[in-house]
């Protein structure tokens, strides 16, 4: 079942000589529970795509539907709310608040949205995170890949729809980075997680299920 679907994006920046067009003609599906990753080269318009898909910003024109939905038909507040629980992104930069416990920005979207915690989830969140006893550390008490664990926590607590993640291990060496990406699939295999995965690094992109390649705008392989 198609759980994501994109049709005919564009989306350009600035204006005569220097304009870019970021996206051309971008179409494309992802199944629910599917493993995807995007690669494309610096400038290919791979973090623009997951941008849109996150809705994070807009196209010129073009559609995308999340269950169905035309998620660019709401009102800007309600497309806000829209973000925060159905749609989980990730980025290269960790983004944790700095005087919250690891617990506290973890469950801080649900705390947001007045929710009751699930502490069986969260128990389970951080076992499979590996950050078990860490609950009242500080970011600035973690390493970089612990860091990266709590943002993907505070990406999972909510059980979004879709997961984005934007090049997520650009700052990690090479343990952390395979030790996250075992993340992934483990939440992927696990909980049904559908997962979209931005990366330049092949050896990455080749541990997703189906790989899209993105140059100069547009899809070249999917």
Known sequence: ???LEAEHLVKTYGKGETQIRALDDVSLSVESGEFVAVV???GSGKSTLIHILGTVDRPDSGK???????VFAQSSEKLA???RRRVGIIYQFYNLLSRLTVEENILLPALLDDRKIDRQYFNEMLEILGLQG???DLPRQLSGGQQQRVAIGRTLINNPDVVLADEPTGNLDVRNTQEIMELF???NKKYGQTIILITHDEH???QADRIIAIEDGR???S
Do not use: C, P, T, W
């Open 1 to 3: 079942m198609k759980i």
């Open 40 to 42: 494309g080269s610096s």
């Open 64 to 70: 995308v539907y999340l269950n169905g939905q035309d």
């Open 81 to 83: 709310i829209f973000r």
């Open 134 to 136: 860490r609950e009242r």
């Open 185 to 187: 699939k483990r939440s």
């Open 204 to 206: 990455i992109a080749m």
């Open 219 to 221: 899809i070249v392989n």
